[in-house]
């Protein structure tokens, strides 16, 4: 498959836990981005790591990468209910195309 | 600014008909992508259009598939004869460069389902 692998596919954890979510992949990558999907809506754009960054945050969203490994991991702290959603990895193949993964599917729960 | 829009939001249909989907791209993004995906998977990406020349189309299936962006605007995705393995939600996204380091906003999707 073209696609990543991200695990866990699936994830339930308690409101103010917080959430790791990993993607492993196979070929050499210029960045890798993460989505989320909220359940029948489209995918919004949560952060891209170039290939030469190891770490990036965004508010409450921390990503890491590992180029030598070819894993990537995003961590939700302190989660939240509106945080339920799928989210998928995406890595550019050279300058043009994004490959998703199969996604990991998160369920806060109150 | 609006998003990017897509028509119909579902269409349910019997297998061997057509169908045809809309997407109008957010204004001045010259990439627009259709993308095809499966319940319980990612995103598979199906063509790119830069303005109004096609990218990638290396895993549409030509033979029943097809899409054009006239004008470098809008789109539409057509499918002829449709098939039960097509059931899936057809996604379109535009960002504003083909660089890869641009994110890309996705519409809502359309859902087929084809009996």
């Known amino acids: 498959s073209q696609q990543g692998e991200e695990d866990p596919q699936a994830l339930s954890i308690q409101e103010g836990e917080n959430a790791t979510m990993n993607c492993s992949y196979k070929t050499s990558i210029n960045n890798l981005q993460w989505y989320r999907q909220n359940s029948g809506r489209g995918l919004v754009h949560l952060i891209l790591i170039r290939s030469n960054e190891r770490e990036k945050h965004s508010g409450r969203l921390r990503v890491t990468l590992d180029t030598s490994k070819k894993s990537s991991s995003l961590l939700i702290t302190a989660s939240r209910a509106a945080d339920t959603a799928s989210y998928f990895c995406?890595?550019?193949?050279?300058?043009?195309?994004?490959?998703f993964g199969q996604g990991t599917r998160l369920t806060i729960n109150p | 600014e609006a998003g990017v829009a897509q028509s119909p939001r579902y269409k349910i249909i019997e297998k061997r008909q057509s169908v045809a989907f809309w997407c109008n791209p957010i204004s001045g993004h010259a990439t627009l992508y259709w993308y095809q995906q499966i319940l319980g998977q990612g995103p598979k990406l199906l063509i790119q259009f830069q303005n109004n020349g096609v990218v990638d189309d290396s895993q549409l299936p030509k033979d029943r598939f097809s899409a054009e962006r006239l004008k470098g605007v809008d789109s539409t995705l057509k499918i002829q004869p449709a098939k039960l393995e097509d059931s899936a939600v057809y996604l379109c996204?535009?960002?504003?460069?083909?660089?890869?380091?641009?994110?890309?906003?996705f519409g809502p999707g359309t859902r087929l389902t084809v009996l």
């Open positions: 996204a535009s960002s504003f460069h083909i660089n890869s380091y641009n994110e890309q906003f």
């Open positions: 995406a890595r550019s193949q050279g300058a043009q195309k994004l490959v």
